[in-house]
């Protein structure tokens, strides 16, 4: 990464979305995620990683998405950071 300035990134996921997706069909999905996207009023997890010294790409995200996963072991519904 070039940016010598704080940065970092977050990812967020819709919690139990694959069960929805699995009983009613991708298009139905999309249109959830759409719904969702206006609203933001479903359960999130929300994944926060800050860009460290040697941080590529890859590795924030990488951070990132272990962040992710570890807000929804913590019950869902949470913000965790790495």
Do not use: T, W
Request: glycine share 8%; proline share 2%.
């Amino acid at each position: 990464m070039r940016c010598d300035a704080p940065s970092g990134v977050a990812l967020a996921d819709i919690d139990h979305f694959k069960s929805n997706n699995d009983s009613h069909g991708r298009g139905v999905g999309d249109e959830v995620l759409v719904r969702v996207a206006d609203s933001l009023r479903a359960a999130i997890s929300i994944g926060v990683a800050q860009r460290q010294p040697g941080d590529d790409k890859a590795s924030l995200l990488q951070r990132a998405d272990l962040a992710l996963y570890a807000a929804k072991h913590a019950g869902r519904n949470r913000v965790a950071a790495r």
